[in-house]
């Protein structure tokens, strides 16, 4: 999923869970303020790529399974499932639940739902997510047929899933936003549904009222969700101002309770004061190159411009809030076959810091002490830590390398349409986990797919992704991800930069509020104000 920030704030569930036999002040009122720092891009399930959307659409919707605390895999939609021996079929037991409009939910939706994701004319960057349902890719791609995807009603309360392979991380993904269901009704009668908040049927615990612009928009509890009895929320303001300062300074007067990012110039007086928890996240920011482009299409550029930078100094000056300096791309955090952590396993130096190598490489493709390189445009969204990072990195490639660059700030919405379009040079990027399994973060580069958006295609690297996908021996699939990653350092069509932490701010009134700790959304079905 793409992060916003680059310092990424979030919480996690230690901090936030209420204690057990804890109840709701019933004379406070139980609205929370929560601000996502940026207007959505979209609120089409299918269509959403970013966290913003992530985190509204969890609240609105609810797919078959959701995340508890402890990155449990927890009932949701589904009250219980099976898995064939051979890890297959799923079959899912879906509970009797409703709309917000007050339709009965079925089986039928999911099925309409995930061929919509799939349906080729829709071409949404996110349809990958399901290649490991049989005959899903085919009929992505056009060479098969919708009716040979192995999705099926088996009856109103009965979905079958039928995988290609065998796919451990499957169950955990249909929490995730691309496989939420939406109501066929909705999405056949009006479809500009995904703007029109009026037009919006939702199944999760809130349901949407109003939408204000790149102000907010308003959620209230939806008395037609399946366990609406145990959301003590009356109401969820989001917000969606996208100056972290002004979201800021609403925090510290009181209109917020919770603020989606922290101005980095205030970090080190919050830490110091214990006003700011940081935790760990296994999550990547890093800089797509679009090696599409004629400088950027050499290696030895792009290897160059990944060695010249200081990682180390980027987050013990620039972002402060204890980020590891990577060097690769998978972050710490998600589970290599042994129990063992992924990235322990290989460890982090897939290659190094070395601006004397650097100089070298730059001079043999051409451009001795950066002269005769075109200047390189950095794109980078609205946030400031974005902003302040890739200064900090501009000032280095001049002084380093004497390579030339500007830095071009837009807001969320153009800087997808820019980066989805390859009209960058350089892209500053986040990365968090869509499910906890290093694949989330291996099959982004895939050739063509939706969130590759480099230009880069590999087919050896192709064929190690098809490999791991392919079997469900953690083994196997482990050694297959390793041996793609250490090709996507070596062909460096992105530039890891560092993993990320959490420094967390909220109101100690705001509770109950869960983030699984490999994920970027925010999950208040279960918040309440003290």
Not at 164 to 177: H, I
Request: a negative charge.
């Amino acid at each position: 999923m793409r992060i916003k920030r680059g310092v990424f704030l979030v919480l996690v569930v230690l901090s936030l869970m209420a204690l057990a036999g804890c109840g709701v002040n019933e004379s406070v009122s139980q609205i929370a303020r929560y601000n996502v720092c940026t207007e959505p891009e979209t609120l089409d399930s299918a269509k959403a790529t970013g966290q913003p959307e992530g985190t509204i659409l969890t609240n609105m919707y609810e797919g078959l399974v959701r995340y508890g605390e402890g990155n449990k895999i927890i009932p949701g939609i589904a009250k219980e499932w099976q898995i064939s021996p051979d890890g297959l079929v799923y079959t899912f037991k879906l509970r009797e639940s409703k709309w917000s409009n007050g339709d009965p939910l079925t089986a039928e939706d999911f099925v309409y739902s995930w061929r919509r994701v799939l349906n080729p004319d829709n071409a949404f960057d996110y349809a990958y997510q399901l290649y490991y349902i049989k005959g899903a890719e085919d009929y992505n791609s056009s060479s098969g047929k919708v009716e040979d995807v192995g999705i099926k009603a088996l009856d109103p309360l009965t979905l079958q899933v039928e995988l290609r392979a065998p796919a451990p991380q499957f169950l955990g993904l249909t929490a995730f936003m691309t496989m939420l269901p939406i109501n066929p009704k909705m999405d056949q009668q009006n479809k500009d549904w995904p703007k029109k908040i009026e037009a919006q049927i939702v199944n999760g615990p809130f349901k949407p009222v109003s939408w204000e612009h790149n102000q907010k928009i308003e959620l209230v509890r939806n008395d037609n969700y399946w366990d609406a009895t145990k959301v003590k929320l009356d109401k969820l303001d989001i917000y969606l101002i996208d100056n972290i300062e002004t979201g800021y300074n609403m925090y510290s007067s009181g209109q917020l309770d919770f603020q989606d990012e922290v101005p980095i110039q205030e970090l080190p007086q919050l830490i110091a004061s214990k006003q700011v928890k940081i935790f760990t996240d296994a999550s990547t920011y890093f800089y797509r190159f679009n090696t599409t482009s004629r400088t950027l299409s050499d290696l030895r550029v792009r290897k160059a411009l990944a060695m010249s930078i200081n990682r180390q100094d980027i987050v013990d000056k620039v972002t402060q809030a204890g980020q590891i300096p990577a060097y690769s791309m998978v972050p710490f955090g998600l589970p290599d076959y042994n129990g063992q952590d992924f990235r322990q396993t290989a460890g982090n130096q897939l290659f190094q810091q070395d601006i004397q190598q650097a100089k070298v490489l730059i001079r043999e493709a051409g451009y001795p002490e950066g002269k005769g390189l075109p200047k390189i445009r950095i794109l980078v969204n609205t946030s400031s830590s974005q902003q302040k990072v890739a200064q900090a990195i501009q000032q280095m490639w001049k002084e380093n390398l004497g390579v030339e660059a500007d830095i071009d700030v837009q807001e969320w919405t153009v800087f997808n349409d820019s980066m989805e379009n390859l009209d960058y040079d350089v892209c500053a990027s986040g990365w968090a986990p869509d499910y906890l399994d290093p694949m989330t973060f291996i099959d982004l580069f895939i050739t063509q797919g939706g969130n590759n958006l480099t230009g880069w295609s590999s087919k050896t690297y192709d064929d190690l992704v098809a490999k791991a996908n392919s079997t469900g021996d953690q083994k196997i699939r482990m050694e297959a991800m390793h041996s793609a990653e250490a090709v996507l350092i070596q062909e460096m069509p992105v530039m890891p930069i560092y993993f990320y932490t959490n420094p967390g701010l909220i109101k100690d009134s705001l509770k109950g509020v869960i983030v699984p700790p490999f994920a970027i959304y925010a999950d208040f079905k279960n918040a309440y104000i003290e």
